[in-house]
């Protein structure tokens, strides 16, 4: 069975940093995207950055210069560097990765079970 598991939110103050992290487990075949979404309270989940198998990167643009994602492909895992955190960056935060699990003949959708952070004022 496929899981996503973040680690490394927790409560900030603002202008500080925080680096979220994801691993994928389970018996899988390929991996392509992967990215990090978030959702606050009362707001839809949106998209903060994704990464593709290669390296290729594409942010929010609330993000943009602050964040850094980066991902290991051999420990199948993707990172969230979060700098110059502000207060409206405080959500719960998701991992997602379309994977191509083991016996199977397609990619599919998969979230981990997300992690607060928390950026006080």
């Known amino acids: 069975q496929v899981q996503l598991v973040e680690s490394g939110g927790g409560l900030v103050q603002t202008g500080g940093s925080l680096r979220l992290s994801c691993a994928a487990s389970?018996?899988?075949?390929?991996?392509?995207?992967m990215g990090w979404y978030r959702q606050a309270p009362g707001k839809q989940r949106e998209l903060v950055a994704i990464?593709?198998?290669?390296?290729?990167?594409n942010y929010a643009d609330s993000v943009k210069g602050r964040f850094t994602i980066s991902r290991d492909n051999a420990k199948s895992t993707v990172h969230l560097q979060m700098n110059s955190l502000k207060p409206e960056d405080t959500a719960v935060y998701y991992c997602n990765g379309f994977i191509l699990p083991s016996r199977d003949t397609g990619y599919r959708s998969y979230w981990g079970q997300g992690t607060q952070v928390t950026v006080s004022s």
């Open positions: 990464i593709s198998s290669g390296g290729s990167t």
């Open positions: 389970g018996s899988i075949t390929s991996i392509s995207i």
